[in-house]
């Protein structure tokens, strides 16, 4: 790779990043027999431990003294540390209950989200396509809401959870992985108390020595840091609008995955749902590459 271009590598890390985002549901399938909850707090207890090791091994531990000489920082880790676990906690469940399309619908509203909140607390101005394209967005949910009776909880609850994250962490501006190890040992202790209840009440799927299901277990740490690492890689290489239009190689995969791997059932009016937001993503994403263009131009 080291003879390719740095913008040629930024594309190779994204399409790797936002595939294995986009294969997760494979991962948490094998172990759907596990309760969400002690999924996730392997997926704390792991991730600590080997953000641990890598951030040793990198030496980015500077930004613990960052950190201290700004400690109001650590009340906003504490809030995002708790939207990414219940990120994390809502997906989980949605694999486990055969829910990986409403699960990838959630992440398809994410980047309308993101922006609905640059509106709001950022004063960014929208364009008249982008308006259109929020519009079409929120058409897609009432349609649900409308036809089947229900509200697409899943989806809501992963896009905005994910939105507020991102939110919050652009006001911390730690490094993704040094932030991800913070929140991750902040969650730590709640993750390892849980888990010795499960043992004490004789209902954990992790065992000593371990099994399958335990070496499963052990690779949530796995599963968790390595996209974000290619993710990292991508970023510092390509522009954040080119970054925008791989994003949804991740949901697309799930979706991929829950039509034709896993059988799930699509209803027409989940589909229409799905066909109004893929509008209204290319409107918004064509809109933005043509608004960058623009102002390089000018």
Same mark, same amino acid.
């Given at each position: ?8 590598? %930024? ?9 294995? !985002? ?5 991962? #948490? ?7 969400a909850t002690e999924i996730l707090a392997h997926r704390i207890i792991w991730s600590v431990v080997l953000l641990f090791g890598m951030m040793f091994l990198s ?9 201290? *000489? ?23 469940? @949605? ?18 989200? =993101? ?10 101005? $929208?364009?008249? !396509? ?14 649900? /809401?409308?036809?089947?009776? &229900? ?9 905005? &959870? #994910? ?15 040094? %932030? ?17 209840? +499960? ?11 371990? =099994? @399958?299901?335990?070496?499963? +277990? ?6 968790? /840091?390595?996209?974000?690492? !290619?993710? =990292?890689? @991508? @970023? ?6 080119? +970054? ?5 190689? %991740? ?9 034709? /791997? ?5 209803? $027409?009016?989940?589909?229409?749902? #799905? ?9 918004? &994403?064509?809109?933005?590459?043509? *608004? *960058? ?6």
């Open positions: 790779m080291n003879n390719l271009s740095q913008e040629a590598q %930024g594309y190779i890390y994204a399409v790797l990043a936002f595939v294995f !985002w986009g294969l997760v549901p494979i991962y #948490f399938k094998l172990i759907s027999t596990v309760s030496r980015q531990f500077g930004a613990f003294r960052l950190l201290i *000489k700004d400690i109001h920082k650590i009340k906003y880790l504490v809030l995002s540390a708790f939207l990414v676990s219940l990120n994390w906690l809502v997906f989980i469940w @949605a694999v486990g209950h055969n829910m990986i399309a409403e699960s990838s619908l959630g992440y398809y509203i994410n980047p309308l989200v =993101n922006f609905a909140l640059g509106i709001l607390f950022f004063k960014d101005r $929208p364009s008249f !396509w982008q308006k259109i394209a929020i519009a079409l967005a929120f058409i897609a949910i009432f349609y649900q /809401v409308i036809t089947l009776g &229900s509200v697409p909880i899943v989806s809501l609850l992963l896009a905005f &959870s #994910f939105a507020f994250y991102g939110l919050i962490r652009k006001q911390i501006n730690l490094p993704s992985m040094t %932030g991800l190890y913070i929140e991750t040992l902040i969650l730590f202790p709640v993750a390892l108390l849980y888990f010795g209840y +499960l043992v004490s009440t004789n209902h954990n799927a992790f065992v000593f020595p371990p =099994n @399958a299901i335990s070496w499963l +277990l052990i690779l949530a740490g796995v599963i968790t /840091v390595i996209p974000l690492l !290619w993710f =990292n890689a @991508a @970023a510092t290489r390509i522009s954040l609008v080119h +970054l925008g239009f791989f994003q949804y190689i %991740g949901p697309t995969v799930s979706f991929l995955l829950a039509i034709f /791997v896993y059988d799930e059932v699509l209803v $027409p009016e989940k589909l229409t749902s #799905f066909v109004l937001i893929w509008i209204a993503l290319a409107i918004f &994403s064509i809109d933005g590459y043509f *608004k *960058k263009r623009a102002s390089k131009e000018g």
